[in-house]
């Protein structure tokens, strides 16, 4: 390594060059999955996450390749977010620290809190949520769960990282006002709220510029509005420029790419192309995190692999959603003959592929469990596909499910995608599931006196060619190791089914908002739906969704009494509801809030979600649940002014059991926010002019006032006559022909505005 010399300097100044020379060498990873130690900062492990632990041993990849050591392998994202429960993602992400510090890891890579933009995501299986309330409430339980073990969190991929496809080097063209209400707030609440130690940079562009060379991203907003104070480490292999990342706030490169990050940084700050001063400040950050870090190296010690298990267990049946249950098909009934049919019910799909797939400690295989639970002699199984299986196999294999459907009561079908159809590196390109699937429904529907379809799929799969004939539907989306017993415990009514959508099912690829940008043409992803990503945009164009946002059964029901919402200031409220089980038995349920807003100047979903919470309840018990709204949930960006603003007017708060299902409403009127005039300009439209609340009465007395009889008739009868002009430049409006405003008239209203924007707002 060449380090800052000149002849001239004296020996401690050399001294000098050569210590700042081997600190510069640590903002460059020494392997896949280790930082350079020196300079009394020591080698911090940092290893993917989000769902489990993935330490590999020996040679290292970042591809998944090469197996890791055993780790708990509790549910994705996918699965996990519908749980909506914030306090059992804490367990897990305390349970990850644990895991993390016993394998020597000092930061879990996670968690991935980017937005299901599009179900065809390939990476969907690992993130939360299409709504960012929802993902930002369980990520920053996520972080303070792993961070109360003293292990570091890597909150990713930031940001607007949404694909799969040339994911190395599109461009996500977004506009200011989406970024900030869809996919900047998860990040931002847990940066706020939970401190984070370090953020990933996403390998992604952001409106042409790359995430991890993005100063406005890094420093301005990530740093200095937000207030974060950790370290910003790239993704594996992000970085295009060493040194236009470095100054745009990115301090850690991974991996390690020998010497050549750090030759770039020290040659420009030899050119002066690099202030030393980021050099330093970037290397204080990483010395952070590792001190932050140490106490988790010290206290190194095993996990309990049975606790972590039964833990998994119970966040897998958390997380199943009941979508369909005719006829009370579900639970199964203890002495009814039942069929397990389907290949994925003895080798079961549990999480997606790519640098977060797990070495699980176990797993649980749901026909074992639906037979320790049922009993051996009440529970039949065929395979009724195989995955390569040949044309001739495969008809057998529906011949032989066919015969064993109708000898029982209830058939159980299990089917989904497997993990080569979900995985980090592509996007899908349909939501079908495996044609083999979709045949073994059909034929088992056509004899089966009752059939249960239970899915297993790391991203949103379409439903309809065989909904309508099968009586029960699973949603198990990938579940994690105890994906075998927490489908049987759902399956049996040993666990009440509890878990809610956290993304919707569209009836078709093309009814998504994304469909005919995603994933973009020629390196560009255009975010041509802006604002209306999900069930805001299913909602607000009325469009038909097989399953909304939300959306949950239960084999009790629930009631809610006293919904009340009140007013707190002049931006913010509080919502107070009694829910009642008033079922046979216990169960959860998930209280969810949304806020209609007020008229604006911006067009704004019908609805979108402002506050939830779950809570459990035995048979015949009820609880009032209090929920906050603050300023953010009336809020929307008002990008001409860089600012939040909450619409003076009446809002509708609104209590769903979906985005689609509401059972109450009340209106709530709220001051919101005062807009002081703007002065006005020559520049400023007829339309801004007439509208000015000062200017605007001044400026149609005097016109009226100097127009002759005829002028001012012909005015009154044509409404539409200021229309045509509104948004003409009053300097223009000005001269034209029969109006011609004299310039000091102009001059003295625009004083006017001036003192108008300059005024105290009335108390």
């Known amino acids: 390594m060449t380090g800052i010399h000149d002849e001239n300097l004296d020996p401690s100044a050399e ?3 050569a210590t700042f020379d081997a600190r510069a060498a640590l903002l460059s990873g020494h392997d896949f999955w280790s930082t350079r130690g020196g300079s009394g900062i020591r080698s911090i492990v940092m290893v993917d996450g989000p769902h489990g632990v993935r330490r590999q041993g020996g040679t290292a990849d970042n591809l998944g390749f090469n197996q890791s050591l055993p780790s708990t392998c509790f549910p994705p994202g996918a699965g996990i977010a519908s749980s909506w429960d914030p306090a059992l993602v804490r367990e897990v992400g305390e349970a990850l620290g644990r895991e993390a510090r016993a394998l020597d890891v000092d930061v879990l890579l996670g968690p991935a809190i980017n937005i299901k933009r599009s179900p065809l995501g390939g990476r969907t299986f690992e993130y939360f949520s299409e709504d960012p309330r929802l993902t930002g409430a369980l990520a920053v339980e996520y972080v303070r769960g792993v961070q109360s073990t003293g292990v570091g969190t890597s909150v990713k991929h930031f940001a607007v990282n949404s694909q799969e496809t040339e994911r190395m080097r599109v461009s996500a063209e977004v506009d200011d006002r989406t970024l900030r209400e869809i996919y900047l707030p998860a990040f931002e609440r847990v940066v ?6 370090s953020v990933m940079s996403a390998y992604n562009a952001i409106n042409g510029v790359f995430s991890s060379e993005n100063r406005w991203l890094l420093t301005e907003l990530l740093r200095e509005e937000w207030g974060f104070d950790g370290l910003v480490v790239s993704d594996w292999g992000a970085i295009k420029d060493r040194v236009e990342a470095l100054a745009a706030g990115l301090d850690l490169e991974m991996p390690g790419t020998g010497d050549e990050g750090t030759e770039a940084i020290l040659q420009a700050v030899r050119d002066g192309r690099l202030d030393r001063s980021l050099v330093e400040a970037s290397v204080e950050r990483l010395r952070r995190l590792a001190e932050r870090t140490a106490t988790a190296a010290d206290a190194a010690e095993g996990f309990d692999a049975e606790a972590h298990h039964a833990l998994a267990r119970r966040a897998a049946a958390a997380s199943v959603v009941l979508l369909r249950n005719e006829a009370q098909t579900l639970p199964l009934r203890a002495g009814r003959k039942v069929a397990v049919i389907g290949e994925l019910a003895v080798s079961p799909q549990y999480q997606g592929g790519g640098s977060s797939h797990v070495n699980p400690t176990r797993v649980d295989v749901p026909l074992d469990e639906l037979r320790g639970a049922l009993g051996d002699d009440y529970v039949a199984y065929t395979a009724g596909y195989e995955k390569d299986a040949t044309d001739e196999t495969a008809l057998t294999l529906l011949a032989e499910a066919r015969a064993v459907a109708a000898s029982v009561d209830v058939a159980v079908v299990f089917v989904g995608l497997y993990e080569e159809d979900q995985s980090e590196g592509f996007d899908r390109e349909h939501l079908d599931l495996p044609a083999a699937h979709v045949a073994l429904i ?9 059939t249960v379809v ?8 379409t439903l309809e060619s065989w909904h309508d004939r099968v009586d029960a539907i699973v949603e198990g989306w990938a579940l994690g190791q105890a994906v075998g017993s927490a489908l049987a415990d759902v399956l049996t009514g040993a666990v009440n089914p509890s878990g809610h959508l956290a993304e919707t099912i569209p009836v078709a690829l093309t009814d998504t908002p994304t469909y005919l940008n995603f994933p973009g043409e020629q390196e560009v992803v255009r975010h041509g739906e802006g604002v209306f990503v999900g069930y805001r ?10 399953y909304p946002f939300g959306h949950g059964l239960s084999y009790t029901t629930f009631s809610i009494e006293g919904f009340e919402v009140e007013a707190i200031g002049s931006d913010a409220a509080t919502a107070r509801v009694t829910v009642r089980n008033t079922g046979e038995v216990a169960g959860s349920e998930v209280v969810q809030l949304y806020v209609a807003p007020a008229p604006s100047s911006v067009r704004r979903p019908v609805r979108e979600l402002g506050a939830f919470a779950k809570i459990s309840l035995e048979p015949g018990q009820a609880t009032t649940v209090s929920l906050e709204l603050e300023r953010r949930a009336f809020a929307h960006w008002d990008a001409r002014g860089a600012r939040w603003w909450v619409d003076p007017g009446m809002y509708r708060v609104e209590l769903g059991r979906s985005a689609n299902d509401i059972v109450e409403v009340r209106e709530l009127a709220l001051e919101g926010d005062v807009e002081r005039p703007n002065p006005l300009s020559l520049d400023s439209t007829v339309k801004e002019w007439f509208g000015h609340a000062v200017v605007g009465p001044a400026l149609m007395q005097s016109m009226m006032a100097n127009a002759t009889p005829e002028q001012q008739d012909a005015a009154a009868a044509n409404s539409n006559a200021l229309k045509m002009v509104e948004s003409m430049p009053m300097g223009q409006f000005a001269r034209f022909p029969g109006v011609e405003i004299p310039e000091e008239a102009l001059e003295q209203l ?10 105290e707002p009335a108390a």
């Not at 945009?537 to 097989?546: K, L």
């Open 537 to 546: 945009y299913y909602t607000s164009a009325d469009r038909a969704v097989r």
């Open 15 to 17: 001294a000098d060059d």
């Open 192 to 197: 706020k709220e939970a401190a984070p130690t």
């Open 454 to 461: 239970v899915l297993s799929n790391g991203g949103v799969v």
């Open 750 to 759: 625009i004083a006017l505005s001036v003192a108008a924007a300059e005024a």
């Open 442 to 450: 059909d034929a088992v529907a056509e004899v089966a006196p009752r």
